[in-house]
């Protein structure tokens, strides 16, 4: 199986059919989708400026998008590699058990829904490298009352996300399902409430 350099090279080559390096940019979400595939893959089409069905894409675009991602992936990788030095550290001096942060981390390891977009629709509009950098800097802070990549208020807890935790705190605004360890327990009690009234 192709790895995500491999296949960004095919979405450069001039020499691949123009519906090999669409298939290979789609491909790269299968190693890399922050937003989880399908609202990734909606974010990279809107802002490169091309259909998420368009068969025939400016190839241009294609690499616009795959630039946007490759921007995002470097900037994720850079942290899990911070991430796993701190935890070696933590480890020599003692401290096996993870924390949340550590527990979330998990469950996104090699970047697949670090910001899940339960909604392929509904996510950010900010280029994706700049998401993860205010996700980042929210885990590496005290927890607030607001989402760290909107700074949006209105959350909302939901049940049956289609990953894993399945239930959590939506942002409204860009609907990022909110990382609970970046939440106080005002904010998470707060989105647990504000789901009770929407359901009402």
């Known amino acids: 199986m192709a790895g995500f350099r491999s296949l960004a090279r095919q979405v450069r080559d001039p020499r691949c059919d123009l519906a090999l390096r669409r298939y290979s940019l789609r491909k790269c979400l299968e190693k890399f989708a922050p937003y989880g ?6 974010h990279l089409c809107s802002r490169a400026g091309f259909g998420p069905e368009d068969r025939s894409p400016d190839p241009a675009r294609l690499v616009a998008a795959l630039e946007e991602l490759e921007e995002a992936r470097s900037v994720w990788l850079d942290y899990e590699a911070e991430f796993t030095k701190r935890r070696r550290k933590e480890k020599q001096e003692g401290l096996r058990r993870p924390g949340s942060v550590d527990d979330w981390h998990r ?15 509904v996510h ?3 280029p994706l490298a700049e998401v993860l950098r205010r996700l980042i800097a929210a885990l590496e802070r005290q927890p607030g009352s607001t989402c760290p990549v909107c700074a949006g208020d209105h ?7 289609a990953r894993e935790p399945s239930s959590g705190p939506v942002c409204v605004d860009c609907g990022i399902v909110v990382p609970r360890p970046v939440l ?12 009770l009234l929407v359901s009402a």
């Open 37 to 42: 595939h399908r609202a990734t893959w909606d």
């Open 107 to 121: 469950l996104t390891w090699g970047g697949f829904g670090i910001a899940w977009c339960d909604d392929p629709s």
């Open 124 to 126: 950010p509009h900010e």
């Open 155 to 161: 959350l909302v807890w939901r049940y049956d996300l």
């Open 184 to 195: 106080t327990p005002g904010a998470l009690a707060e989105a647990r409430r504000a789901r």
